[in-house]
């Protein structure tokens, strides 16, 4: 079984920046890739960000220039860093790693942008 725990949300003016950790434990060698997702009041949940163990990254076109994914040497915590936030922004923030069986998600973090 894996575990992940966020953490680095907050609130923010808009053009502000946050740092999202997300720390993964238990069976990680079984963990294909990362990534991290969103999800706003009355809307779908969306992929934001992903990497693979090969540290290859995918960011959505909404975020694109603006947010980065990363992950430390271990393997074992990924990073979203957010820089010029928007209002539209605003929505929890969930980890997300997956294996070829299975997926896991982690309890989510608030990011809250003002205008």
């Known amino acids: 079984q894996v575990q992940l725990v966020e953490s680095g949300g907050g609130l923010v003016q808009t053009g502000g920046s946050l740092r999202l950790s997300c720390a993964a434990s238990?069976?990680?060698?079984?963990?294909?890739?990362m990534g991290w997702y969103r999800q706003a009041p009355g809307k779908q949940r969306e992929l934001v960000a992903y990497i693979s163990r090969n540290d290859e990254t995918n960011i959505a076109d909404s975020v694109k220039g603006r947010f980065t994914i990363s992950r430390d040497n271990a393997k074992s915590t990924v990073y979203l860093q957010m820089n010029s936030l928007k209002p539209e922004d605003t929505a929890v923030y969930y980890c997300?790693?997956?294996?070829?069986?299975?997926?896991?998600w982690g309890q989510g973090t608030q990011v809250t942008v003002s205008s």
């Open positions: 238990g069976s990680t060698s079984r963990i294909a890739g």
């Open positions: 997300n790693a997956h294996g070829w069986a299975h997926e896991y």
